[in-house]
Structure formats: structure tokens, C-alpha cells
């Protein structure tokens, strides 16, 4: 069976910085792309950043971009997420995914889904 388990969130202040691990089980991880979702109290959920299966392609939504960084350790199975220069808009619960990258975008492939650590920031 596949399993995303999410780990690495936590209380943090202001302007902490977090990192978000996501080891993965029952796939072939080094042929998957892999990305990160959040999904803020009332609002949707949505991509934050996402990595193609070997890293020579990221993407990183506008609100995060300079501030965390996607990457991956093909040998142990893990999906990364370092989350620098904390706000309290970035308050979520992180999730990592399973992709498919085609045609230079990300698409979440279905059931692939982990369950999510909270990030939460203080101010």
C-alpha cells in the first residue's frame, strides 16, 4: 500500500524555520515527482511547492518563493520541505503528494495523498 508520513511541524515563533519530512512506502519513489499542499483554517488547499523525480525542475507558489525550498533524498525515500523566515499566514496543515509532471506543470496524481503535520507561527 502507499504511505505519505508527514513529520516536522510544530509551535514556532515568527521568523523560525521549520523542516518538514515526508517519507514515502509503497511506491517507487525515485520515479515519482513529489510536491507539498497546505491548507490554511477556511481556506482551500492549495500547491506551495512541488519537485520532479531526480530535482532538476521545482515550483514554488509566489507566497513561498525565497523562503522554502523543496527537495528529496531518493535513497531514503523522504520528500523535504524547508520552511525559512516563518509568518503566520504560512500557519497550515503541510501535506505532501505524489505527481505527475507533464508539460512543464504539476498535476497531483489521485489517492496519493498524505495526511498532514500543522505548522503553526506565532506572532
Known amino acids: 500500500q502507499v504511505h505519505l508520513a508527514e513529520s516536522g511541524g510544530g509551535l514556532v515563533q515568527a521568523g523560525d524555520s521549520l523542516r518538514l519530512s515526508c517519507v514515502v512506502s509503497?511506491?517507487?519513489?525515485?520515479?515519482?515527482?513529489m510536491g507539498w499542499f497546505r491548507q490554511a483554517p477556511g481556506k482551500e488547499r492549495e500547491v506551495i511547492a512541488a519537485?520532479?523525480?531526480?530535482?532538476?525542475?521545482?515550483h514554488y507558489e509566489d507566497s513561498v518563493k525565497g523562503r522554502f525550498i523543496v527537495s528529496r533524498d531518493n535513497a531514503k525515500n523522504t520528500l523535504y520541505l524547508q520552511l525559512n523566515g516563518l509568518k503566520a499566514e504560512d500557519t497550515a496543515v503541510y501535506s505532501c503528494?505524489?505527481?505527475?509532471?507533464?508539460?512543464?506543470?504539476?498535476?497531483?496524481?489521485?489517492?496519493?495523498w498524505g495526511q498532514g503535520t500543522l505548522v503553526v507561527v506565532s506572532s
Open positions: 503528494v505524489a505527481m505527475h509532471f507533464a508539460d512543464g506543470n504539476y498535476y497531483p496524481r489521485a489517492g496519493y
Open positions: 509503497g511506491l517507487t519513489f525515485g520515479t515519482e515527482a
Open positions: 519537485i520532479t523525480q531526480t530535482g532538476d525542475n521545482t
